[in-house]
């Protein structure tokens, strides 16, 4: 079967949920369970979400939204995906939108990592760590807090999350990038599966600035995760012999596995957009997939809780969709979704258990119209199905659907 989709372009807006799931009881904001959360819908409700490009291809046709209409005919098939696998982290989401099953979760530190591991990084790095930055912080407040006791020091500021995140962040005046990156590379080494303290993933969080109140984070944050566990659909396509390209922290995510171009990392959401456009129109990306990942929504907003923020990042990208559907291709799709939820309006500042949003978009779509309600690796199942190459542990395409 000739393929359907030439090209497909897959855009992750990094924790745009769009409502609880039927699992939220069992995760939690500090104390509270995730019930209620609804990322996009609170950003309409709350503080408007003025979003005409995404209105028209059917946004409002997936939930009801305050400030987003459901349209009679909308231009691309939507719909809302649940996740099945255990946990509402950034790997989890787009390691399950590609295939995979995590039924065992990454393992956390609610209460800090332990002296053994922090002293052999002491040890590697030849610097001091600060101890009271060791438990779940935001990693705002945490340099706010300690950045100018690291000035005058040198020691390492270590904090994790809710997430199964160890996260250093370091003053780039001081520690220089490659420093840092060479520690997290080692933390990375002594924290791989099978070992000790598994950790899903290392955060390098360079930031700049003199004392407390202008430290500010850059972006040469990187990120080292752990190789997914097990064969995703982007390695089918790779050893297909079709490009997948990846924008932003895509190739971090997925260790590079299954990636054979990678566009760079992202300065911020706008920059990503720009080298998705660039990837879009390299000459040898003729058929394949591109994925993108958006992140300022989830780190600069959704962690924040900061809804006008997160309000006018979502906006902003909604104004490029033009643009980015005119550089289509006929044959092309774009899907646009996210991997968990982060309700800027919800207590605490953790991820929210939530469906994702998936819209599409193609020139070449005759009858486009709301689908039922999926699972995050019905994405991936459809892109292989696409391609002829085998889905992922699980996910069931919709490939038919889309005429
Ligand atoms: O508070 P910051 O440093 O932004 O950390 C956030 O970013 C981490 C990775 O996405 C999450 O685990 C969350 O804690
Ligand atoms: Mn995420
Ligand atoms: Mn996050």
Redesign the pocket.
């Known amino acids: 079967m000739p393929k359907k989709f030439k090209r497909v372009h897959l855009v992750v807006m990094d924790s745009a949920g769009i409502g609880y799931a039927p699992d939220a009881g069992e995760f939690f904001n500090h104390e509270t369970p995730d019930i209620g959360a609804n990322t996009i819908g609170h950003i309409s409700e709350k503080v408007g979400l003025n979003v005409p490009n995404f209105q028209k291809i059917g946004l409002g046709n997936i939930t009801e939204l305050k400030t987003v209409a459901p349209t009679d005919k909308p231009l691309g098939y939507t719909t809302k995906l649940q996740e099945v696998s255990q946990g509402k982290?950034?790997m989890t989401g787009h390691w399950e939108i590609m295939g995979l099953d995590i039924t065992n979760p990454f393992p956390v530190y609610p209460d800090g990592f332990p002296e053994e591991l922090l002293t052999k990084i002491e040890a590697f790095s030849g610097r001091k760590i600060i101890r009271e930055a060791n438990k779940p912080?935001?990693?705002?407040e945490v340099i706010k807090d300690f950045g100018e006791r690291q000035l005058e020091t040198g020691e390492l500021i270590i904090y994790t999350?809710?997430?199964p995140?160890l996260?250093i962040a370091a003053n780039e005046a001081l520690i220089p990038l490659d420093e840092l990156y060479k520690i997290c590379e080692y933390v990375r080494k002594i924290t791989d599966v099978g070992s000790e303290w598994m950790l899903g993933?290392i955060?390098a969080?360079p930031f700049v600035g003199t004392k407390a109140d202008n430290f500010e984070r850059t972006a040469n944050r990187r990120d080292y995760a752990l190789a997914p566990f097990g064969r995703t659909v982007m390695n089918n396509l790779d050893d297909a012999g079709f490009p997948v390209i990846s924008v932003g922290k895509i190739h971090d995510i997925y260790d590079g596995q299954g990636i054979n171009k990678d566009m760079g990392h992202n300065l911020n959401d706008m920059d990503g957009v720009d080298r998705m456009l660039k990837a879009i129109a390299l000459p040898d990306f003729k058929e394949g997939l591109l994925f993108v990942n958006l992140v300022d929504m989830?780190?600069k907003y959704g962690?924040r809780r900061n809804p006008e923020g997160y309000r006018d990042a979502i906006q902003d990208f909604d104004g490029r969709l033009p643009e980015i559907m005119a550089t289509m291709d006929e044959d092309d799709i774009l899907m646009i979704t996210a991997d968990h939820g982060n309700d800027p309006t919800f207590t605490g500042?953790?991820h929210t258990r939530e469906y994702i949003p998936l819209v599409t978009f193609s020139k070449a779509f005759t009858a486009p119209k709301p689908l039922p309600v999926g699972h995050f690796a019905d994405i991936s199942a459809t892109i292989a199905e696409n391609f002829g190459v085998a889905k992922g542990d699980i996910g069931e395409s919709f490939l038919d659907a889309l005429v």
């Open positions: 982290d950034t912080y935001s990693g705002t999350s809710a997430d995140v996260q993933r955060i969080r989830d780190a962690h500042t953790d």
